[in-house]
């Protein structure tokens, strides 16, 4: 079992920036891929990044490239995002997730862990 909490969710103006971060616990000496994802209210829940084991490789949602920034810190089990410029129609919750043995994916079927959620809120 992957324990999975993320923080640093707020309420920031549109051109604001915030970082998420996901903590792991249990589990953790297993390679894994991270993910993060979103779901705006009446909204599915949307891929926005994700990351490999070793932090080499990374692959965003077409909607944050350029504005948002997976990475990891191994030594502390805890993935982070940074979101810089961010724009109203970022608002949602953002969850993080774990992918056991497996390399980074946009699909979140292939991920067997997941975080509660942080709320993010970008007003215009």
């Known amino acids: 079992q992957v324990q999975l909490v993320e923080s640093g969710g707020g309420l920031v103006q549109a051109g604001g920036s915030l970082r998420l971060s996901c903590a792991a616990s249990g589990r953790t000496k297993s390679s894994y891929a991270m993910g993060w994802f979103r779901q705006a209210p009446g909204k599915e829940r949307d891929f926005v990044a994700t990351?490999?084991?070793?932090?080499?490789?990374?692959d965003y949602a077409d909607s944050v490239k350029g504005r948002f920034t997976i990475s990891r810190d191994n030594a502390k089990n805890t993935v982070y995002l940074q979101m810089n410029s961010l724009k109203p129609e970022d608002t949602a919750v953002y969850y993080c997730?774990?992918?056991?043995?497996?390399?980074?994916?946009?699909?979140?079927?292939?991920?067997?862990?997941w975080g509660q959620g942080t709320q993010v809120t970008v007003s215009s």
């Open positions: 990351i490999s084991w070793s932090g080499g490789t990374t």
């Open positions: 997730a774990a992918a056991l043995g497996l390399g980074p994916t946009i699909r979140p079927y292939e991920y067997h862990y």
